[in-house]
Every structure is written in C-alpha cells, then in structure tokens.
C-alpha cells in the first residue's frame, strides 16, 4: 500500500513537471460582468477588460462597500464550454473573513494567489469602503494546477451576512501548445 502510495506522488510530480504551465499559449480574459444586487450596500463604479495585446488582457474593478462588512461570504462554481457552459470539478463555498484570518482552502488559495499584487483585498473583516483591483491579468506562472485547454467561466455570488450582495461573473480561455514545446 505504501509503495502504491510513493509511486502516485512520484507520478503527479513528473507530470506537474512535465506539463510546465509556462507553455500556455494563451491565458487572457475574455468577458468580465459585475452586477450589484444592493446598491444601498455594495456599488460598482468600474467594472472593465482592457485589450493590452493580442494575448493579455487587465481587468479593472473600483466597488465601494457603503456599511461595515463582518460576515462575508463567497459562493463560486468553475465551467467548462463543452456544447454550451458545463458545470466542471469545482464548485465552492468560502467565509472571505475566516479564510483571511487562517487560509484553509487550497482552491481559494490558488485563485487568490492569481491577483492578490493587484488588489487592496488583503484583510480580514471588517470591510467598509473602496475595494480596487487595478491592471489585473491571467499570468500561468502563477496557476500551479494543471488546467485543460479550453473555455472556462467562473461565478462567483459574493454574499454579505448571508445575502446575496454582487455576482463576478469571469471568462477566460486557456490554451496550451503541447505539441511544439522546446
């Protein structure tokens, strides 16, 4: 059982190795929406891709939390284009307080890790004011898993003591060339 073991972690290291995510051909944002639920609590003044070159596209959002956040919560499921939107390996539920205060989900760790240089969400509650994430773009150095090419779209409900508040709704395509790499 034990050598069973040693030879599953032997393999996933030889493919994480072998399949480098620096290979990605492209990995850009394709659509981003923003719409707020309760523009008494959470407003959005910038929601925007902006086309830099042909393969990296930054994404600016400026939302204003009007009254003092304690209880956050994000709700957020990952699909696939297969024939239509599909429903594909994650779908999540993180309190953004306890998470900021003891980091316990590798998921969240992994999408946080993407933008987390480029935005102000980098505290525990409570959350009250302007909250930026400036010239953001998809870099695959910084996605340690292996992802499929394709296109994917990620929702994600952001709730605010336990009502929903905004959704992120965000496109992106992920492309690999695994048959000319060096």
């Known amino acids: 059982m034990k050598s069973k073991l040693i030879f599953c972690v032997l393999f996933g290291i030889f493919l994480i190795s072998t399949f480098d995510q620096n290979d990605a051909l492209v990995f850009k944002f394709t659509n981003f929406v923003c719409e707020s639920y309760?523009?008494?609590w959470f407003v959005f003044q910038n929601c925007r891709l902006k086309a830099v070159s042909r393969n990296k596209v930054t994404f600016n959002m400026n939302g204003t939390i009007l009254h003092p956040v304690n209880n956050a919560s994000a709700y957020g499921k990952m699909f696939k284009r297969a024939n239509g939107y599909k429903l594909w390996l994650y779908e999540v539920k993180v309190d953004i307080c306890q998470y900021f205060r003891k980091p316990?989900?590798?998921?969240?760790?992994?999408i946080y890790a993407l933008f987390k240089q480029y935005t102000n969400l980098n505290h525990t509650c409570p959350y009250i004011g302007p909250q930026i994430i400036k010239d953001f773009y998809l870099r695959p150095d910084l996605l340690h898993v292996p992802l499929p090419t394709g296109d994917y779209l990620l929702m994600i409900r952001w709730y605010f003591d336990r009502k929903l508040q905004f959704d992120t709704n965000v496109s992106f395509v992920f492309e690999e060339d695994l048959i000319n790499r060096n």
């Open 104 to 110: 316990n989900n590798p998921l969240v760790a992994i």
């Open 38 to 40: 309760n523009k008494s």
